[in-house]
């Protein structure tokens, strides 16, 4: 995952504080950071040095059968002054199993962009 802004999101212009939040099917919840924000600042970069994992899921699918999950991402910015706001939302539907895919999530006017890889592998227990 990386994350890259070219707007400061603060009132007084210091660093942009985001997170992630992803509903999954019924009642299923995450957030990215479990706590804190991924702080950053006008033109600056958030890569990961590992694989952190936004959403995970194991699943049971019967051989010879499709499925497919639907993941909603969102990427949010808090402020302490007012109401988190949403900076980008998107829906994705994942076929199980699939091959590694690269997906970008961006804002409207792509000043904010979030660069999120989609693995739905297969694995037998």
Known sequence: ????????????????????????????????????????????????????????QFKTVKAGRDAIERVKVIMREQDH???????????????LPSKTRYVTLQDDKERTKAKLRIQASRTRY
Request: net charge positive; charged share 30%; aromatic share 14%.
């Open 81 to 95: 002054l007012k109401k988190d706001s949403t900076v980008a939302e998107e829906d994705y539907e994942i076929v």
């Open 1 to 56: 995952m990386s994350l890259k802004t070219l707007k400061d999101y603060d009132i007084m212009g210091w660093r942009g504080e985001f997170y992630f939040k992803v509903d999954g099917p019924k009642v299923f919840k995450a957030r990215y950071p479990n706590k804190g924000t991924i702080k950053l600042q006008r033109n600056q970069n958030f890569t990961s040095k590992a694989d952190m994992n936004v959403w995970s």
